[in-house]
């Protein structure tokens, strides 16, 4: 059997305000104190593991350092869409990492930080 693509996990300090981010830009993410996935559309799941429970199996486990290492790119409802969400994503704390713009790709796009510092980017295609 080919090996298949089927889980993202992303390394997070605190469970319960990571969780609470990614509800906001619409995952269902259910409570929990270590560990917790989401199944997506299509089947691909997104986990959140606290640096705990990677330290249990990797117990030199450091989280990198000099810039981001990943990015997760949400598709929103238009370029007001980007704006929107952007908005309130900060409104409830999350740091602007770069203002929405319109992009020279042809697309409204904007990036928050998640709590651990990961890159989060908004899209939409631009008309404009």
Not at 92 to 103: F, I, L, N, R, Y
């Amino acid at each position: 059997m080919a090996a298949r693509f089927n889980l993202i996990g992303l390394v997070v300090a605190d469970i319960k305000t990571s969780a609470a981010f990614y509800r906001r830009l619409g995952l269902d993410v259910p409570d929990g104190d270590d560990h917790v996935e989401v199944t997506l559309p299509g089947g691909l799941r997104i986990a959140l593991d606290t640096v705990d429970v990677i330290k249990g199996f990797e117990p030199g486990w450091q989280p990198p350092t000099g810039g981001h290492r990943i990015g997760l790119a949400f598709e929103c409802d238009g370029p007001e869409g980007v704006d929107r969400t952007f908005k309130e994503l900060t409104a409830a704390g999350a740091a602007a990492h770069k203002e929405p713009w319109d992009a020279f790709w042809g697309q409204r796009y904007a990036i928050v930080l998640d709590p651990d510092g990961n890159h989060v980017e908004l899209f939409a295609n631009n008309p404009a």
